[in-house]
């Protein structure tokens, strides 16, 4: 299983960017695909998640109304799209992979995801 982040960078407050996570090694019918972050000093937070069949997506909180996360199972890409980007957003992004069964009774949860990317910087500048 691999999976891969790109589309990070420098946006300013207000911007959008949007987040590639090329998957191999998981099928997007058994499997869920998770967005989280981590921001300097502070522990990993759940964005976002797609899983199974039906796509079932789930969103933060925090997040909700600003963020959209899609899949491209043609490409096995999943993307999440952050719009209105505020400071706050400035974290490093890992894509996590796992099995549906497990990560829909807790799709917020890490400790679920079987599978990280190396993670890529967003910085968000006021």
């Known amino acids: 299983v691999q999976l891969v982040e790109s589309g990070g960078g420098l946006v300013p407050a207000g911007g959008s960017l949007t987040l590639s996570c090329s998957v191999s090694?998981?099928?997007?019918?058994?499997?869920?695909i998770g967005w989280f972050r981590q921001a300097p000093g502070k522990g990993r937070e759940a964005v976002s998640s797609?899983?199974?069949?039906?796509?079932?997506?789930f969103y933060a909180r925090s997040v909700q109304g600003r963020v959209t996360i899609t899949r491209d199972i043609g490409k096995n890409t999943v993307s999440l799209q952050i719009n209105s980007a505020q400071p706050e957003d400035t974290a490093v992004y890992y894509c996590?992979?796992?099995?549906?069964?497990?990560?829909?009774?807790?799709?917020?949860?890490?400790?679920?995801?079987?599978?990280w990317g190396q993670g890529t910087q967003v910085t968000v500048s006021s």
């Open positions: 090694g998981l099928t997007f019918d058994d499997d869920a």
């Open positions: 797609i899983s199974g069949s039906r796509g079932t997506t």
């Open positions: 996590a992979g796992g099995e549906s069964r497990w990560i829909d009774a807790g799709p917020a949860d890490p400790r679920l995801y079987q599978y």
